[in-house]
């Protein structure tokens, strides 16, 4: 059985950004549900921080992930958010 890659990604935004960052976020969503490989890819955003926001993703594998990585729209998502983000923390999980 192969294992499913998880991601939790925490996105920080800079302090009078959270809107901003936010609508940027939402706009990944569609690209990257309909890329091969992609199981899951929700974004949440924290109940008493709203500057934190956290997507749960899962993978089929490392090299998937690294072609989302790759994307054009996380590239203009990484340009259109320069400044905006205080903070940025990728972790690969593993349920047990």
Same mark, same amino acid.
């Given at each position: 059985? %192969?294992?499913?890659?998880?991601?939790?990604?925490?996105?920080? =935004?800079?302090?009078?950004?959270? $809107? /901003?960052?936010?609508? $940027?976020?939402?706009?990944? @969503? $569609?690209? %990257?549900?309909? $890329?091969?490989?992609?199981?899951?890819?929700?974004?949440?955003?924290?109940?008493? #921080?709203?500057?934190?926001?956290?997507?749960?993703?899962?993978?089929?594998?490392?090299?998937?992930?690294?072609?989302?990585?790759? %994307?054009?729209?996380? =590239?203009?998502? @990484?340009?259109?958010?320069?400044? =905006?983000?205080?903070? /940025?923390?990728? #972790?690969?999980?593993?349920?047990?």
């Amino acid at each position: 059985m %192969t294992k499913i890659l998880t991601i939790v990604a925490r996105v920080e =935004a800079q302090e009078g950004k959270v $809107e /901003f960052v936010k609508a $940027e976020l939402l706009k990944l @969503i $569609e690209p %990257t549900l309909k $890329e091969k490989g992609c199981i899951q890819y929700d974004l949440h955003q924290d109940n008493e #921080n709203s500057n934190l926001f956290f997507f749960y993703e899962q993978w089929e594998s490392e090299a998937l992930l690294q072609d989302h990585l790759n %994307t054009s729209h996380i =590239a203009e998502y @990484i340009k259109a958010v320069d400044g =905006a983000i205080a903070s /940025f923390v990728l #972790n690969r999980i593993t349920k047990l």
